[in-house]
């Protein structure tokens, strides 16, 4: 059961516009979610988090938006630079463990 | 503060033999993840540990698998008589609701 779910495998955006990340979750319980990036042979590198009794949360280039009665949360990336192209995890917390999804490849192309 | 270490980078071993990670997490988290990563998918949480406590194992952590933490600090994750399905990223994490991850271990099972 894919209780956090990413259904775009990959995106393109050009450098400079915005990338808009999206992530399904199906478990109530989470009350906690992150956005991590990863490049290759690297460990998950934390972005940005945000609790369930907040609707936003912004740090700098990075938003992520979270919709709980559509149990919906995205990542949004303005401006878009090449060095954000990475593989980007969506993840949700009910407490102990983390549930990841299966990630989004992004490519900023010049 | 140096980050969370784990330690071997990569390792190669034949079926059916014992091999054992190490993670030394960020030194003031109490909190300390194991997650398994393959190909194509996000990190799968496999136990936790408060401090020196083991507090949830996933289903995914056989009998084959121990995890330890000694005094709360480093921990170690020991897989016996391993199987080529065990051929994997081994992601090690500490922190609570914000968990930062180390560089992970690639165990190749031949």
């Known amino acids: 059961d894919q209780q956090v779910k990413q259904n775009s495998p990959s995106l393109s955006v050009q450098e400079g516009r915005i990338s808009i990340l999206n992530c399904d979750y199906t478990?109530?319980?989470?009350?906690?979610f992150l956005w991590y990036k990863k490049y290759p042979a690297e460990g998950p590198t934390f972005l940005i988090s945000?609790?369930?009794?907040?609707d936003k949360n912004e740090d700098g280039r990075f938003t992520v938006f979270l919709n709980k009665s559509a149990k919906h949360l995205s990542l949004h990336i303005v401006p878009s630079q090449p060095g954000d192209s990475a593989v980007y995890f969506c993840?949700?917390?009910?407490?102990?463990?983390?549930?990841f999804g299966t990630g989004t490849r992004l490519q900023v192309t010049l | 503060d140096t980050g969370v270490s784990q330690d071997p980078r990569h390792k190669i071993t034949k079926r059916g033999q014992n091999v054992t990670f190490r993670c030394d997490p960020i030194?003031?988290?109490?909190?300390l993840y194991w997650y398994r990563q393959t190909l194509g998918q996000g990190p799968e949480f496999l136990t936790y540990?408060?401090?020196?406590?083991?507090?949830?194992k996933s289903r995914l952590l056989s009998d084959r698998f121990s995890a330890e933490r000694p005094k709360g600090s480093f921990s170690t994750l020991e897989i016996q008589r391993t199987e080529q399905g065990d051929s994997a990223m081994y992601l090690c994490?500490?922190?609570?609701?914000?968990?930062?991850f180390g560089p992970g271990t690639r165990l190749t099972v031949t």
């Open positions: 994490a500490s922190g609570d609701y914000e968990q930062y």
């Open positions: 478990n109530s319980m989470f009350d906690y």
């Open positions: 945000i609790s369930s009794i907040k």
């Open positions: 993840a949700a917390s009910g407490g102990e463990g983390l549930t």
């Open positions: 030194s003031e988290h109490n909190r």
């Open positions: 540990f408060q401090n020196e406590a083991q507090l949830e």
